[in-house]
């Protein structure tokens, strides 16, 4: 008894790794001295400190993102025992051990858990998620915004570009060009603001593009995997309205 | 927009409603009519339907080509998605699976109670007024009544289900709980035309549309088991 109480208390994780992009993925399985209130990252810096597997062997330390460490940049996404989610915010003491690591593969593999989520920018950049304020003069302020529109814009506005979402969705992956759910939410966004608004048409025109909008298959993953809370799939269906809006506008030439 | 997809896929979805939803409600309420009315009255509605001006154009237009292009385009859209319920298994991520799922069964069995049915009319292998024996003879071999069961359900719960994501699709239901709602609505569509359905196959399963079997009886080998 005297020998179990004087005992450290371990964690063990599963990780996934691979060393390079295009090399084969392996798992490698690690115990962690237990802290109270650790998470996944803290973790994974224990790792670092000591890169050696549980059955004693040395290994490379394993590679992840991180920044703020509070669930606001986005960086830290990974599948945690199955569900894609921040490392940050996944604490120790509520998840179930083994605490299986895996790099969230919808997105190209950098290293271990590191992935490209470039994809996502491009999105934001396709769909011109930014409210277009430039002139040669002074243009003067803006339209104010409702104050009971900010308050669900607001939410909207939460997005990290985290990239849970699109690994959530089926219909993100190799044989579809989806684009996902947080752009097509960053479009209500941009078209809510009375600034933003005046270019909605361009926005929406960009979602009704090839791997637009109509990728959409209704899994509704999205909005139960958000870390955020967004609601992702009022959005998508907003956007919807505003799309089939746009499309007999067009034809009707108005 | 060129090389787009929006518009195939806005065009799938609007036809699995109108007209293909109408069709598939009109069919159930017809086959039921063998249920409520028994011969004589499923040899009415089948007579009444057919008594329309410019069938052959109605059949082509509201359902032969619409059920081509979206059995074809939907076949396309399934390719294109991963099933991931055992990482999600969310009720609406079911019902995603299920109406990919659904939709295949469905476009086999279409193709196959087409060839059995429209086909054989339009072959002369049997008409109008024996079809009723005609389906006697199908739904009364065990393997047949039990793939039309499994594939009436599956087509039911995808017109069901579809009916749904049309409303989320075109903008209609926009919140969780417009959405809440009309798959409630939609849930209770799925018992109503399920069960319209699979009383009309127990009805053509009855004795009263044995009578004239043997008539069609020279076709026998074409259908399954």
């Known amino acids: 008894m005297a020998e179990t109480a004087t005992k450290q208390r371990t964690v063990k994780f599963i990780i996934t790794r691979r060393e390079r992009p295009d090399a084969a993925p392996y798992t490698e399985e690690f115990e962690v001295p237990y802290r109270p209130n650790m998470n996944v990252i803290s973790a994974l810096m224990e790792i670092q400190r000591n890169p050696v597997k549980a059955d004693g062997g040395k290994t490379a330390p394993v590679c992840w993102e991180s920044n703020c460490l509070e669930e606001v940049c986005g960086a830290c996404s990974m599948v945690i025992n199955g569900k894609p989610r921040q490392a940050c915010s996944a604490l120790v003491d509520k998840l179930e051990q083994p605490i299986r690591l895996e790099p969230m593969s919808t997105f190209p593999v950098v290293r271990d858990l590191v992935i490209n989520r470039e994809r996502m920018f491009q999105a934001l950049k396709k769909v011109k998620a930014w409210i277009p304020i430039d002139g040669t003069y002074d243009l003067g302020p803006g339209p104010r915004m409702a104050e009971s529109k900010r308050q669900w814009a607001y939410e909207l506005s939460k997005c990290m570009t985290c990239g849970v979402c699109l690994e959530a969705c089926p219909n993100v992956n190799d044989r579809s060009t989806f684009i996902g759910p947080a752009p097509i939410s960053q479009v209500r966004l941009f078209n809510a603001h009375p600034t933003g608004e005046m270019n909605a048409h361009e926005r929406l025109e960009a979602l009704m593009d090839d791997g637009g909008i109509e990728g959409c298959g209704n899994s509704q993953n999205c909005v139960r995997s958000c870390p955020k809370g967004i609601p992702l799939t009022t959005s998508i269906a907003a956007i919807n309205r505003d799309t089939t809006k746009q499309l007999f506008k067009k034809w009707l030439s108005m | ?225």
Not at chain 2, 2 to 17: I, Q
Not at chain 2, 31 to 52: C, I, P, Q, T, W
Not at chain 2, 113 to 131: C, K, P, S
Request: charged letters at 10%; hydrophobic letters at 50%; aromatic letters at 16%.
């Open chain 2, 1 to 225: 927009m060129s090389g787009n997809s929006y518009l195939p896929r806005k065009l799938h979805s609007l036809l699995g409603v109108i007209p293909l939803g109408l069709f598939f409600i009109e069919h159930a309420l017809t086959n039921y009519s063998a249920f409520e009315g028994g011969r004589e009255g499923f040899l009415d509605s089948v007579h009444g339907l057919h008594k329309l001006p410019l069938i052959f154009f109605l059949e082509m237009f509201v359902i032969w080509l619409p059920i081509l292009f979206h059995g074809v385009y939907g076949l396309y859209i399934a390719y294109q998605s991963n099933l991931n319920t055992g990482r999600f298994s969310y009720g609406r991520n079911w019902a995603f699976a299920l109406q990919r799922i659904t939709g295949v069964i469905t476009f086999i069995f279409v193709i196959w109670h087409v060839w059995n049915t429209r086909v054989q009319v339009a072959l002369g292998h049997t008409t109008y007024d024996e079809i009723g024996n005609h389906m006697h003879q199908i739904v009364t071999q065990p393997l047949n009544f039990t793939l039309y069961v499994i594939a009436v359900i599956a087509a039911v719960f995808h017109f069901s289900n579809g009916l749904w994501a049309f409303l989320v699709s075109w903008g209609i239901t926009v919140g969780p709980r417009a959405q809440r709602v009309s798959s409630n609505i939609c849930m209770g569509i799925f018992v109503i035309v399920s069960v319209l359905f699979l009383l009309s196959l127990f009805a053509f399963r009855s004795d009263e549309f044995a009578s004239a079997a043997a008539a069609g009886a020279a076709f026998g080998p074409v259908t399954f088991g």
